[in-house]
C-alpha cells in the first residue's frame, strides 16, 4: 500500500518562471547587497551581470554534472563571484542571503492553486508528506513553506544544499526515506521534470513518480535520453493527485 507522497518544490508545489524583469531585478538588488556591505564590484552594472552569469553557469555545470550541491558560503566566493576578488570574509557574513535573495527574486515563485486542498485531502487520507527539493539557499524552502502556509503539512523538508547531494543523486532521495521512516516501494514522488523527479526515485525503488509539467520542464529535460523511465502519471492540476492516488490506493480512499 502506498503511504507516503514527497513533492518537489519549484515548478510542482509552487509555480515558478523567470524572464528579462526578474534578471534585472536580482542585478540591482545584489548590487545593492555588496555595496551595503563594503562591497563595490567596480564594473558597469552590464558587466556585473554577465561576470555573475558565467559564475552561475560554470557552477551549474559542475553540480548538475556531479549531482553534488555545496552550500552558499562555497557557491558564491568561489563560483558566482569568484571574479570580483571580494574579501572572503565580508562576503561570507552574507552568503546565505545573497542565496535566498537569488531564490526569491531570479525566479518569481508562487503557490500552485489547488496546493493547500490538495495536500489537506491527503493528510485526511492518512498519507505521510514531505518535500525533497533542489535549492542552493539553506533556508529558502523552510521559509518559503512557511510563506505559503503549508509547512505544517511536511513531516520532513530535504534540501540538496543541507544534503550535498542534488536530485537525481540517489543519496537525496534516500536521506529523505530514513528522515520519513519510510520504504521506497510505499512512495509517490512529485515532481516537474523528468530528469530529476522521475528518473532520481525510480533509481531508488519509489513505487509511483508524477509529473506536473511546469515553465521550468523542457528546459530541465532538454537532454533527456529517449529510453529514459516515465512518469507513472502526468497530471494536469494538483488536485488530479488526489484522484489517481484514490483510484490505484483504494485502502486509502474515502469509504462511499
Known sequence: ????????????????????????????????????????PGCSD??????????????????????????????????????????????????????????VTFYHRELRPGAREMLQALKDRG????????????????NVLEDYGIRSFMEDVTVSSVTG????????????????????????????????DIIGPKQVGFAKAVQIRSFLSDQKDEHVALDAESPDCVIGKLQDLVTWLDQINPAKAPKA
Open 1 to 40: 500500500m502506498l503511504t507516503t507522497v514527497l513533492f518537489d518544490m519549484g515548478g510542482t508545489l509552487e509555480d515558478i518562471w523567470y524572464n528579462s524583469d526578474t534578471q534585472k531585478q536580482v542585478c540591482q538588488k545584489l548590487l545593492e547587497v555588496l555595496r551595503s556591505n563594503g562591497l563595490e
Open 165 to 196: 547531494y542534488r536530485k537525481p543523486h540517489p543519496e537525496i532521495f534516500r536521506i529523505s526515506l530514513r528522515q520519513m521512516q519510510a520504504r521506497p516501494e510505499e512512495c509517490v514522488y512529485v515532481g516537474d521534470t523528468v530528469s530529476r
Open 127 to 142: 498519507y505521510h508528506l514531505g518535500v525533497i527539493s533542489n535549492n542552493a539557499s539553506l533556508y529558502n524552502v523552510f
Open 46 to 103: 552590464e558587466e556585473f551581470w554577465e561576470r555573475v552569469s558565467d559564475g552561475v553557469q560554470a557552477y551549474k555545470q559542475w553540480s548538475e554534472g556531479n549531482m553534488l550541491e555545496k552550500k552558499p558560503e562555497e557557491i558564491w566566493p568561489d563560483w558566482y563571484l569568484r571574479s570580483f576578488g571580494f574579501d572572503r570574509e565580508k562576503l561570507l557574513a552574507i552568503t546565505e542571503e545573497l542565496a535566498n535573495l537569488w531564490e
